[in-house]
């Protein structure tokens, strides 16, 4: 009979990775379903939602090998609350499985895994490797400024584009809702397939987070991209994602070039400033006002129904008087991404976007966000 | 001018501890209001929904006395914000306040402090002392099991009772949604107005909670009752609450006297047996099935989507076999609020309540929780 062992905070593990990709789109009820295959000593889960797919690799002690298809969500819940210790599981009739694990027994209503749609194949000598803490970074530090509204499909996604580096071979993440734009480069291996740049799903990019959360701190992460799908390797994970058609929007040209009025901030000072001044704020548009003098920010705003606040800081800043409004949560979404003491603010006027970036010692910044002005 | 200086985190504690009392009730809307009076280097916070009221009192350096009424939401959220270190709040013209920080200023539009409803006056004389952590365990032991439904006010509410334990002065707490109960007995100082027993809503009852988790663990609490109000006096805190008109049910007719089938069963087994089965009961009814044979216990749920599940739990019960159904949520929180390693469920047969007790050497336990069983 088909049935395969297997140690609960392994199983456990590899389900609560594979959670988020099930039960999205219920018009097609496996897809709220897990793929299980156990041959060779390894069970293999696999989910996927057509656009980001996932597979498990778990080592577990195969008796006979066989696939089944079970409700991810149920088999998570009843895994979660199992004794610690090793776990049956066996293919039943009729698509069921029984798993057992000490004195509980389950039965558990399966589909035919033969219906459940199969991941795009990948090759394992396609892989570039980068290190996964860099590929963790780089998401971080830019996915937040995606469009979370799935209809903006084109600015939904996140750019991954090679970029040289000081000469050096790098890659380049961006990401942007319209309103502002995140941008970063990091030195590392050149990919295949991006050359021209591929867009892919704030979703999936967000899962592929999750699991680099999960993964050892010095692993290498292998990726590489096709016509269709990009391929991450993240220890015994692997997630697929459907590119996204479509034109990016021209960012290069949205980076502002002839921003004259510099000021280096105090982060942490600027940051409690901006959550202050952020209270008085109105919920909906958020706006609060920056006033530039010679050496001070003084930062204003008002809610027609509780108030106004205040507050100066002082900064350096050599230029003439300047005011410009902005939305403050995308102030101190730009701010939680940088990690010098110092960052870096480029305006050019009240109508025009400004620039945010860390203060390095090196010249140009690896890292930028920019921020669009807003009426207040 | 009338103002007054108080240090950051003396008024955010304050102001946290109230925020659960204000803005339920939209409809009038200084009820979303905080009032605050400075006088003889005290602030007083007041907040009320009408049900229950809260007056905290904290250290000030008061200049001049005054009162202001402002959103508790709002000042909440700026306080919050705010660096450590002293506050200096001002009255202005037009019932608005201005709160400066350091370098923040900040002005609140205020209402008229003279609309704010004063709270019902108490006289300190009145109160007895009960030690808090006790009032905080019969409270967390009870609260769980009353009714969610504020429409349902007569068993919305929790019991407070006078009771005699084995000839001493005592407090009952019983809480019921009509499908369960919890009743638990401490010993303690006889409290005023509660002889024939006082019915409190659930909300405030979570309230004097949430206070008691704030104060020092050995802190005793002031309670005395009137003919409308129940007064807590915890630390810095005073809450008061109106009683719930009406009659409680007759729950000691509920408390079954012939239950029979005596079990003794180890805790943390039935508790994980429980968790797992509950997985296969369905969502709406929650109900799983419990079989007892001779030192033996088998739990069953079925779920028409998933499957089903089975597990056995050895026991300790001499009796003849016995069938019954029972939500198992409702008995999982039963378990939840039991100390002892084992505990003692009492059976007549599948159509009649069981009662839950903690296993203890004294006779009659001092605790108690009864489950309705349910056809499965």
Not at 163 to 183: C, F, M, N, P, W
Not at 317 to 335: D, K, M, Q, T
């Amino acid at each position: 009979m088909s049935f395969f062992e297997i140690q609960k905070s392994d199983l456990l593990k590899g389900l609560s990775l594979i959670q988020g990709i099930t039960g999205r789109r219920t018009t097609l009820p496996i897809l709220s379903h897990i793929f299980m295959e156990w041959k060779e000593n390894t069970l293999f889960l696999i989910a996927t939602d057509l656009e980001t797919g996932m597979r498990e690799k778990i080592k577990a002690e195969v008796h006979e090998e066989g696939k089944a298809s079970v409700s991810a969500k149920k088999l998570y819940e009843i895994v979660r609350e199992l004794p610690e210790g090793r776990i049956q599981i066996r293919k039943k009739e009729n698509h069921w499985i029984n798993l057992t694990c000490e004195k509980s027994i389950f039965n558990l209503v399966g589909l035919d895994p033969e219906e459940f749609p199969s991941l795009p194949s990948f090759q394992e000598k396609l892989f570039s490797f980068i290190p996964g803490q860099t590929l963790k970074e780089m998401i971080d530090k830019t996915v937040f400024a995606a469009s979370s509204e799935e209809s903006r499909y084109h600015i939904h996604g996140i750019l991954f584009i090679q970029q040289k580096i000081y000469g050096r071979e790098g890659l380049r993440l961006v990401a942007t809702d319209g309103h502002r734009l995140s941008l970063i480069d990091r030195e590392c291996s050149p990919i295949k397939g991006i050359e021209k740049g591929v867009l892919l799903p704030k979703k999936g990019v967000l899962e592929i987070k999750k699991v680099l959360g999960e993964i050892e701190e010095d692993k290498e992460v292998g990726i590489y991209f096709n016509q269709t799908h990009g391929f991450f390797q993240m220890g015994s994970s692997i997630v697929v994602l459907r590119l996204i058609e479509g034109e990016y929007p021209d960012y290069e040209q949205v980076i502002p070039k002839d921003n004259d009025k510099i000021i280096k901030i105090e982060k942490e000072g600027f940051y409690g400033c901006l959550r202050r001044i952020a209270t008085m704020a109105s919920e909906r548009l958020e706006g609060i006002k920056l006033s530039f003098q010679r050496n001070l920010l003084e930062l204003t705003s008002f809610h027609p129904d509780f108030g106004d606040a205040k507050e100066e800081l002082d900064v350096l800043y050599e230029g003439p008087p300047l005011e410009v409004g902005f939305n403050a949560r995308y102030l101190l979404e730009a701010l939680q991404v940088m990690d010098t003491p110092f960052i870096m603010m480029e305006l050019k006027d009240e109508g025009s976007p400004c620039t945010l970036r860390p203060e390095t010692s090196r010249g140009p910044s690896d890292q930028l966000c920019i921020v669009m002005p807003m009426r207040i």
